[in-house]
């Protein structure tokens, strides 16, 4: 047996998700450590063990990769999930309050600042970004209130998801915790 026909072959999609796999969780932590204008191909590439070719090679960019990571679920700690118990407002309230405790923690303020600044360079991160924050979930919840009449018929869903994550945005930008009584409030003056 030659040294050849020892060694196991490796098959090319197998090594290529391990390499895509480990890219991500290479630009999650460069992500997470040293911010999103600090983060660079060559960073990543050196983290994961790859060439940038190869990062080049599935990606146009680091707005990209830094998409993909979200998308995946490597950017954020879990999915900020929309309850549904049957009262719309004790679940927006309850996905503020839960949303709101992470932006607050001063460990997650600086991540979230940057993920802001990543969506506002790249519109993927953007909608990528809403959706790890549970907007589809919102959107979904706050529609099936109004069809079931929980709430008004002509609520504008959109607008309403919109205020409830741009709050949440805009106090990690100024760098403001909530208020314990602000998620309730804000629920109340949208739904009224």
Do not use: C
């Amino acid at each position: 047996m030659t040294e050849a026909e020892a060694v196991p072959r490796r098959r090319g999609a197998a090594r290529s998700e391990a390499a895509r796999r480990a890219i991500l969780r290479a630009a999650s932590t460069l992500f997470a450590t040293r911010g999103y204008d600090h983060l660079t191909i060559e960073g990543i590439a050196a983290e994961a063990g790859v060439a940038k070719q190869t990062i080049y090679r599935w990606w146009p960019s680091k707005g990209s990769v830094v998409a993909e990571a979200l998308l995946e679920g490597e950017l954020l700690p879990g999915h900020f999930e929309v309850p549904d118990t049957g009262d719309v407002r004790a679940d927006l309230t309850a996905w503020f309050e839960d949303l709101s405790r992470f932006v607050d923690d001063p460990d997650n303020s600086p991540f979230i600042r940057s993920l802001v600044a990543a969506a506002a360079e790249n519109g993927d991160i953007g909608a990528r970004l809403d959706d790890a924050l549970g907007g589809s979930e919102l959107t979904t919840r706050v529609q099936a209130a109004a069809a079931s009449g929980e709430i008004w018929a002509q609520t504008p869903v959109q607008e309403v998801v919109d205020a409830l994550v741009g709050a949440v945005v805009t106090r990690a930008l100024r760098r403001v915790p909530s208020a314990p009584e602000s998620a309730r409030a804000l629920v109340d003056l949208l739904l009224r």
